[in-house]
């Protein structure tokens, strides 16, 4: 019984760095994120937004350049986000109000590297989604940054389509 819970665990403990074995990483850097157009929250205190909305993006960029070829990083560097929506004042309590009008937009810049640090592609990118509202099909539809995600999605796939690797 033993020996047959070292070969599982052994097994598992394979399978589980192979999978990570195959993908890109993502380094996402913010700049001047003092000057975003709209990262502001409602109640929270807004440093607390920003770093939890920024752990999101980051988080969603990693999971984007998992889809890329082993050994390369997607270097991003945002200068400006603005969230779907609009924080406005209702009664005592700030909230984002989500509109058609107030659509979600994102410029960076990105390089995709090599591991011998050759760029594979590079460009500067002004994002914005003006359909937002209009797509029943919103994989995020439940989830935070939802619209934002949808849009960094569509990007990666144009982007990238002819270096997406498919995972076994």
């Known amino acids: ?8 665990i052994t097994i598992l403990t394979l399978v589980t760095f192979q999978s990570q074995a195959y993908a890109a990483t993502s380094e996402v850097t913010w700049t001047d994120y003092d000057k975003y157009r709209d990262i502001k929250s409602g109640d929270e205190s ?6 939890r909305t920024f752990k999101h993006f980051e988080k969603h960029f990693a999971k984007l350049a998992e889809q890329l070829p082993e050994g390369q990083v997607l270097k991003i560097d945002v200068t400006d986000v603005d969230l779907a929506g609009d924080t406005n004042a209702g009664g005592i309590n700030r909230l984002r109000i989500v509109k058609e009008i107030y659509f979600p937009r994102m410029d960076f810049s990105y390089q995709l590297v090599n591991a011998d640090g050759s760029v594979v592609k590079e460009d500067t990118v002004e994002l914005k989604d003006m359909d937002f509202m209009s797509g029943s099909n919103l994989k995020y539809r439940n989830k935070s940054l939802g619209y934002e995600k949808k849009m960094l999605d569509d990007w990666f ?3 990238f389509k002819d270096l997406v690797v498919e995972k076994k």
Not at 1 to 8: A, D, F, G, V, W
Not at 46 to 51: I, P, S
């Open 157 to 159: 796939l144009k982007t």
């Open 1 to 8: 019984m033993k020996k047959l819970t070292t070969i599982l």
């Open 46 to 51: 807004r440093k607390h937004f920003r770093e």
